[in-house]
């Protein structure tokens, strides 16, 4: 049942000695709920903010039952809608991951330049997908919720003071 595969909270994850970050455990089962209970993730890039995205691969299916939905719709009113177009934005820009059952992953170093990525991610779930945040964007972002910024900024405050 996908209605049910939704991702709410927030974590961070530093990178380990191979660079893989840990996706956080109850992201985690949701992201592999919506990827047939296998281990994968679909990372992306964000459409409106500096970061990274993830989810299973069930949300792939929606993202073009919704595409060829707004092409109907459209069609109906007698509009134009290039569903190509859309669906050339959205699409090239996925990749499948896989992760270890400990959550373990690599992000594509591409995603992981434009996102400004480097040793820590900022997960935060929001409904449909997961962000992925440098910590830092995040708190600086206009977007952010202040609780959250203010948990990025003790986090990299606490960073700072021990020297990592």
């Keep these: 049942m996908t209605s049910s595969i939704l ?7 530093l990178a380990d000695g191979k660079g893989r970050f840990v996706i956080p455990l109850e992201m985690r089962k949701q ?3 919506g990827s047939g209970n296998e281990n994968r993730l679909v990372t992306s890039f964000h459409g409106k903010h500096p970061c990274a995205t993830g989810f299973g691969t069930i949300f792939r299916q929606q993202q073009e039952d919704a595409i060829t939905a707004r092409a109907i719709a459209a069609m109906n009113r007698g509009e134009d809608y290039d569903e ?3 669906r050339e934005k959205l699409f090239p820009l996925m990749d499948d991951v896989n992760f270890d059952d400990g ?8 995603l992981k330049d434009v996102s400004g990525i ?5 997960f935060v779930g929001v409904s449909r997908y997961i962000q ?6 995040y708190e ?4 952010g919720h202040e609780l959250l910024k203010a948990k990025c900024r003790r986090f990299l405050a606490e960073r700072e003071a021990s020297g990592k």
């Design 7 to 13: 991702f709410s909270g927030n974590a961070f994850s």
């Design 31 to 33: 992201v592999k709920l």
């Design 84 to 86: 190509d177009g859309e």
């Design 132 to 137: 992925m945040w440098n910590p830092a964007a």
């Design 140 to 143: 600086a972002s206009e977007s």
């Design 118 to 122: 480097t040793d820590a991610i900022f």
């Design 103 to 110: 959550g373990r992953f690599f992000l594509p170093d591409d």
